[in-house]
């Protein structure tokens, strides 16, 4: 027990480390509160990507091989790192003082820092504990993965659990680097979904921290959005979705926040893990897409920051590319599959026929609405998400030049966008007339909302920020600045924010 | 109007506030505390053996019975599942719970023919609920009861069984 539980955080810090160093490779310079927030999805992300080409080519998926393969690509970006760090000049905003004014003052960080680490401890004891005892983690996710390291190849997955090979491999092949190095008896393995909890909320205070969202309102925002039952249940059941929302957030956040404060590296950061959502879930890319798109077309048509379009789009479309390919290689459509739940892949199928056929009845989307509005205002289960964010919303209307700033734009974007998509998943998949359609969306349309569920959290408190510097002294100041950001110099703190963050 | 003390952010902050008290508290008492106190209580079981028993279809006698196919049968085995409906014709789920094992799925209309296609020595036939015997057993087949009044167990074919008579020779 002890052993196994030692192999499977080991290879959490081997994955977060590998994380770090292409999070300090591609920014250069960060706080090391922001590089834990990226360490695990990058790093676990983007090896399991690696590991992926390599089997396709035809290597052997062994722990000889996924170790070397992990000492490379840690070497690699190490190196990359460094070369990177001595390109930067130093400048009076080490990362240490960074933090410090990022989190408030030294109580807000005590309290915030044991709450929060109580509350993952929590969810980490119960997803281990709980094993993989939920339908789709057991057929699915786990299974997978064990197929893979018994078979020590990509291919070997199609014959273990459901679907196919029509769902992306990150998380199966996390599930298999930990069976491979320590039998995945604990299981081990289901330590990674909690930490996609962690580093999401991690990067979403920031991100509220970045934009002078108060620390007090900031720390509580992070603890509602960890605190929410489905959230929290979705950090230990085993399913995919909190980890594909988790990286597409964080994608987002690092993208908008690249966007507004002119950040090449920091955009080639978000089309990366934009790319790892790709690489998650199978509709990550019609997140993706029209995710990237829209923060191109509002930096460019609505003049709001600047993008870099290939820094951008190059990692989304080099991660994506050869997954898409493979997945298009290797697609199938069993009914028994879909019966037992692959219901993504049936709704992207028809994705187009849906359209084409004039879509679903509008009885259905106001059936969708319906019942996810009774479970969103049952405490059960959504916890206190809909009253406070309808109330925040509301409030927002009394905050100064609240529409006017230019990060809000992207965030109404994209809450839209990953509002509207879940639904018009469920609305192609009714048109199927699947007998058990209620029962399909009671169960599963809350996982597709996860993505929408933080984004509309990140907008409903990015929108109030502190009227003045005086009402949060501890917001992020310029070098040698005495007396902190005015309330008028928006743009300054921008420029700012580039680059002590850049 | 909001007053200059009452300020949108301080509101926002209280709001917030109540809404992680209110969070925290629907946590505890329908999550974590009832999660914790289960796995506590099989805090020394495998791994597999916690999804059996806390996922809703399998429970304390389908994870018993499970475990008993796992100590009579070996990592190469192939399983025949004759079930056509319930948690016994989840191939996805058995395959779970009885990896590396190859499970087979044999619900058609010819099941003699469907078992004879899979005869060999590593080769059993799943009979895991009491009813009528799964049809097509070969002649010799041997029998290893996991509970002899309920009849249900496993038929170990072997490679040179005969499968004219169907459920003869079976004890």
Redesign the interface.
């Given at each position: 027990m002890i052993a196994s539980l030692l192999v499977g955080l080991a290879v959490v810090v081997a994955l977060s480390v590998f994380g770090v160093q292409l999070a300090r490779a591609i920014l250069g310079r960060s706080t090391w509160l922001e590089l834990l927030g990226l360490a695990y999805p990058l790093g676990s992300g983007v090896l399991t990507w690696l590991l992926f080409l390599l089997s396709w080519i035809g290597l052997r998926m062994t722990a000889l091989s996924v170790a070397a393969t992990a000492a490379f690509a840690l070497a690699g970006a190490t190196w990359a790192a460094e070369v990177r760090r001595k390109l930067i000049l130093q400048s009076a905003s080490d990362s240490r003082r960074g933090i410090r004014e990022d989190t408030g003052g030294t109580s807000a960080r005590v309290g915030l820092g044991l709450a929060f680490a109580v509350l993952m401890l929590a969810a980490l004891v119960i997803s281990v504990g709980r094993s993989y005892a939920a339908y789709d983690a057991m057929a699915g996710w786990a299974l997978k993965g064990y197929g893979i390291a018994a078979g020590g190849s990509v291919l070997a997955g199609r014959d273990w659990g459901m679907w196919g090979l029509n769902y992306p491999l990150n998380i199966m092949l996390q599930v298999a680097t930990f069976r491979l190095f320590g039998g995945d008896l604990l299981p081990e393995s289901k330590l990674l979904f909690p930490l996609y909890l962690a580093s999401v909320c991690l990067g979403i205070f920031l991100f509220w921290r970045r934009f002078r969202v108060a620390p007090a309102l900031a720390a509580l925002g992070l603890m509602l959005i960890a605190t929410n039952p489905v959230v929290f249940i979705h950090a230990t059941n085993g399913y995919a979705n909190l980890p594909f929302a988790a990286v597409l957030t964080l994608g987002v956040l690092t993208g908008i926040d690249g966007v507004a404060s002119h950040d090449q590296p920091r955009q080639f950061l978000s089309g990366l893990l934009l790319g790892i959502g790709v690489w998650t879930r199978p509709e990550g890319i019609l997140y993706a897409a029209p995710i990237a798109a829209a923060l191109v077309a509002i930096a460019r048509i609505g003049r709001k920051g600047k993008v870099f379009p290939l820094a951008l789009l190059s990692p989304l479309l080099g991660l994506s590319i050869p997954w898409l390919l493979f997945a298009g290689t290797h697609y199938e459509l069993d009914p028994v599959w879909i019966q037992q739940g692959d219901t993504a892949v049936l709704a992207i199928t028809n994705l187009l026929k849906g359209i084409s056929a004039g879509g679903a009845r509008l009885s259905t989307l106001y059936l969708i609405v319906r019942l996810f509005l009774e479970r969103a205002l049952l405490p059960e289960n959504w916890g206190a998400y809909l009253p406070v964010v309808a109330l925040l919303f509301a409030l927002s209307a009394f905050a100064r030049r609240t529409w006017a700033r230019r990060e809000i734009l992207y965030l109404v974007a994209v809450s839209v966008i990953t509002i509207v998509l879940p639904v018009a998943l469920y609305l192609v998949l009714s048109i199927h007339g699947l007998p058990d359609f209620v029962l399909v969306l009671r169960r599963d349309f809350d996982r597709a909302y996860l993505p929408a569920y933080f984004m509309t959290n990140v907008l409903a408190i990015t929108l109030l920020q502190p009227r003045t510097h005086d009402q949060d002294p501890s917001a992020p100041r310029r070098p040698g600045s005495q007396s902190g950001m005015s309330a008028g110099s928006e743009e300054a703190h921008l420029d700012e924010v580039g680059r002590v963050w850049g | 109007?909001?007053g200059r003390r009452l300020?949108?952010?301080k509101?926002?902050?209280a709001?917030?506030?109540?809404?992680?008290l209110?969070?925290?508290y629907?946590?505890y008492s329908?999550?974590?505390s009832p999660?914790?106190r289960?796995?506590w209580d099989?805090?020394a079981r495998?791994?597999?053996e916690?999804?059996g028993l806390?996922?809703p279809?399998f429970g304390a006698e389908r994870t018993e019975f499970l475990g008993f196919i796992r100590s009579e049968t070996s990592s190469d085995a192939v399983l025949i599942f004759t079930e056509r409906s319930g948690p016994y014709s989840?191939r996805?789920?058995l395959?779970?719970?009885l990896?590396?094992r190859t499970v087979v799925n044999c619900t058609d209309a010819n099941l003699t023919a469907c078992i004879e296609s899979e005869l060999g020595d590593g080769v059993f036939v799943v009979h895991p609920e009491r009813g009528p015997e799964p049809e097509g057993i070969p002649l010799g087949a041997r029998f290893i009861p996991y509970r002899a009044e309920d009849r249900t167990g496993l038929y170990q074919l072997s490679g040179h069984s005969g499968s004219e008579e169907p459920g003869a020779g079976v004890p």
């Open positions: - | 109007m909001l300020s949108p952010v509101l926002a902050t709001i917030v506030l109540l809404g992680v209110l969070q925290v629907v946590l329908d999550y974590l999660w914790g289960r796995i099989l805090r495998t791994a597999w916690r999804s806390l996922s279809w989840w996805p789920l395959q779970y719970f990896f590396p």
